[in-house]
């Protein structure tokens, strides 16, 4: 017996269409990227093997979604290894060889560590403590923005959760500030969220994915290995100099009326919200000991020989563990698997990648002899690397997608240019690292325009003058830092 005709009519009229607008334009891309993928494999020279032009088909597939998002990021990855199963493209072992590195537990284990501190005041306690000191004014409180992704960088590996962590601290201290805090100086101060965390992932090798996937590509296919000391000492003078210049380019984008530079009743409202955290407790003084002694094992790498993932994951028993515990055990594990799932994922394109053959062939197409000219001087090779990375990385916007894409074909110039690989790696996994002009181009950049209170034509003046000053900053170094230490 049929429902009476109202109440059929109201029942459609709640049910949602079979394809929505969002929906239609989701599988529009997954019908593109096909197209693009199929496009790529005929195009690639007849003196590709197919498997080598499969590979590259299935890199451009992943570029196409990584950057479109038509389905999620982890879906993506999980449809990237079938595929590369069911095209027989490299074996089973290779397809999954990315699990089993040691850079995604490092991942894995920054991620739960970054639970293990959230589960403390201690962030909340040494942001406040900062803009207590520092942000009564406009360029104390950027500097102060600026600084805090810098100081977390070191103990939250992950770049997604210092910008997250901060974003509130950010947005609370524009809104004690009033109508002072609309205009120029949200944008600058909401910029500086943004540039400040993607700065952070400098210095510190676990700090940034793209970082560890470069060291661990590296490794794989040179035998190469990059400590957490020796890339400390490669980068600090980078990161030293983008801070002040990151602060100097934002303040003059986002210039002030007079009389709107001042806002001390900031300053004193951080100091009460800092009081009233109290004496530091137990669990932050065993959580403050936990990531020292992380630190620690990670800067004496050379002398004890364990991997980094092996300390972070030291720690997070020790965050959970009865007696050193700071945290439940079943919030520790709550992480972002998507994560994990791209991480690996990418990983095991790169070796994938390499294993089939394709980057040597990519490798060769792009040895044309005025290119391997220009990398055979050390500053030529580093320059060229610079712009033709941050060129590309506008178009394959995901940091991760960006490292193991060009490191494996960087190394196959490297070889046949007769270069050191870890100058151009190096190189290049900084230059991934840095991206300011598009909102995709950086974790920060997405946490940041997801708040709603920036667009992403307002990053495009100060991105681009971030990019060309880290281009030149990253050139001079090169020419004296890198220069005295022996790495070029």
Known sequence: MGLPEPLVSEKADKEPSRFSNEQFKKIILLILGVCFMAVIYWILPGGYSTTAKLMISLLALSVFYWTFEPIPLGMTSVLL??????????????????FSSPALFLIIAGMMLAKGVNATVLPKRMAFYILAKWGGNAKGLLASIIMIPQVQAFFIPTAAVRSTLLMPIALMSLDYIGDKGKGNLRKMILLGVAFGGTISGTIVLTAAIGNILAVELLKEFTGIQITYIQWFLYTVPIWLLLIPASWFVLLKCFPLPKG???????????????????????????????????????????FHGLNPAIPALVGVILMSLPGTGIAKWEDIVKINFDTILLTGATLSLGYAFNDSGASQ????????????????????????????????HLAVANVSTAVVTLIPIYIGLSASAGVDPVLICLTAALACLHGYILVVESTPNIVVYSSGQIQQKIFLLPGLIMTLVMIVVTIAVAMTWWNWIGLM
Do not use: Y
């Open 260 to 302: 709107e530079e001042q806002f001390p009743h900031v300053k004193a409202e951080m100091g009460k919200k800092l009081k009233s955290l109290g004496r530091m407790g137990i669990a932050e003084k065993k959580c403050l000991a936990i990531l020292f002694t992380i630190v620690c094992l990670w800067f004496s790498e050379p």
């Open 81 to 98: 290894l079938v595929l590369m199963l069911i095209l027989d493209v490299a074996s089973i072992d290779i397809v999954f060889s990315g």
């Open 361 to 392: 062939f990519v490798g060769n197409s792009l040895s044309a002899e005025w290119i391997l000219n220009l990398l055979q001087s050390p500053i030529m090779a580093v320059t060229t690397i610079l712009i033709i990375t941050h060129i590309l």
